[in-house]
């Protein structure tokens, strides 16, 4: 929550706290998905090489301590921050152990740590494909994403659209990534969250070149108001 309205500070706090309760309280599981939330936090501030040692650290942990579910979703950031430090072998051999993993791990909704949701990995594996810059591979990930997303999970969805189009875009599909912002634009209204507000600014930062299309300048009009 804290990392969401950007209050870094404070949300680095927390996560270590989290992780030296769970260490001094010997509860490895805790432990590593303590580590995962430290190392995706730093690499989403740009912190590459700590984050991804953090990430490694709780992948050791986690193959010796951890579920099936839990490895897997360590796996899943494990394949990002290598992708972002442009090791694309070893992020796309993390991706696929991910994957593997999630399809034998028995999630069980009841308990805060026993569910690791489908769309999330897809999620997880269109950043990493992005950061590769395999952004078609990318658009299909966000897709099943997007498909297994609960209908409920407003702010979730309306990351994942903005993604996509912001992958349609790189890719030079400027009408196709005109249709997917809309879609964005549908669900902002009512949001509170510093990483959608961003994703606007993205948006329209992006779209400014392409000012004297008709339709980017009614996507600049509807995003003005919000």
């Known amino acids: 929550m804290c990392a969401d309205v950007h209050a870094h500070a404070l949300a680095q706090h927390y996560h270590r706290t989290a992780a030296h309760l769970a260490a001094e309280a010997e509860a490895p599981n805790?432990?590593?998905?303590?580590?995962?939330?430290?190392?995706?936090?730093?690499?989403?501030?740009?912190?590459?090489?700590?984050?991804?040692?953090?990430?490694?650290?709780?992948?050791?942990?986690?193959?010796?301590?951890?579920?099936?579910?839990?490895?897997?979703?360590?796996?899943?950031?494990?394949?990002?921050?290598?992708?972002?430090?442009?090791?694309?072998?070893?992020?796309?051999?993390?991706?696929?152990?991910?994957?593997?993993?999630?399809?034998?791990?028995?999630?069980?909704?009841?308990?805060?740590?026993?569910?690791y949701p489908t769309a999330a990995l897809h999620f997880q594996g269109a950043r990493t494909l992005t950061a590769l810059k395999d952004h078609a591979a990318a658009d299909r990930a966000f897709r099943s994403s997007l498909r297994a997303r609960a209908p409920q999970a407003r702010r979730a969805r309306a990351l994942t659209v903005a993604l996509l189009a912001e992958s349609q875009l790189l890719q030079g599909n400027l009408e196709e990534s005109l249709t997917t912002w809309k879609r964005f634009l549908i669900d902002y209204p009512g949001l509170r969250s510093a990483r959608a507000a961003a994703s606007l600014t993205?948006?329209?930062?992006?779209?400014?070149?392409?000012?004297?299309?008709?339709?980017?300048?009614?996507?600049?009009e509807q995003a003005a108001t919000l």
């Open 202 to 220: 993205t948006m329209r930062q992006a779209l400014r070149p392409y000012s004297t299309h008709p339709d980017v300048a009614l996507l600049e």
């Open 30 to 115: 805790t432990y590593t998905i303590a580590l995962r939330a430290l190392a995706a936090h730093a690499l989403d501030l740009g912190h590459q090489q700590p984050a991804l040692a953090l990430t490694e650290q709780a992948a050791a942990t986690a193959t010796r301590h951890s579920s099936t579910l839990t490895q897997s979703f360590i796996q899943s950031q494990l394949a990002l921050a290598h992708a972002r430090a442009r090791n694309r072998s070893h992020a796309l051999l993390a991706l696929h152990n991910a994957e593997v993993l999630h399809s034998k791990a028995e999630q069980n909704p009841a308990d805060p740590f026993g569910s």
